[in-house]
Nanobody, 125 residues
Framework: QVQLVESGGGLVQAGGSLRLSCDASGRTFNIYRMGWFRQAPGKEREFVAAIRTGGGSTYYADAVKGRFTISRDNAKNTVYLQMNSLKPEDTAVYYC??????????????????WGQGNQVTVSS
């Protein structure tokens, strides 16, 4: 099993920055890819970014491309999401997730096997 614990959310003004962290524990050697998703009130959970644990290939949603950066520290079993130029529409609960087996649908929450508890990010205008 894989356990994920997130940290780093909070309140920031528009244009500001935040960094989210996700610490993985357990059978981390089984993780193929790590992802970040977000869910705003009344909306479905949506893909934000993902990174392969081997090789480091990254994927981004169009809405965050150029503003957010996903990175990993395999030695620490930690994945980060650096969020710059934040906008009020980025307000959501952010979740990290672990995918254990390869899937071409890295953007689908259904492909991920373990989830963090969620962390609130609020961007004020």
């Amino acid at each position: 099993q894989v356990q994920l614990v997130e940290s780093g959310g909070g309140l920031v003004q528009a244009g500001g920055s935040l960094r989210l962290s996700c610490d993985a524990s357990g059978r981390t050697f089984n993780i193929y890819r790590m992802g970040w998703f977000r869910q705003a009130p009344g909306k479905e959970r949506e893909f934000v970014a993902a990174i392969r644990t081997g090789g480091g290939s990254t994927y981004y949603a169009d809405a965050v491309k150029g503003r957010f950066t996903i990175s990993r520290d395999n030695a620490k079993n930690t994945v980060y999401l650096q969020m710059n130029s934040l906008k009020p529409e980025d307000t959501a609960v952010y979740y990290c997730a672990a995918e254990l087996d390869y899937s071409p649908r890295h953007f689908s929450p259904l492909e991920y096997d373990a989830w963090g508890q969620g962390n609130q990010v609020t961007v004020s205008s």
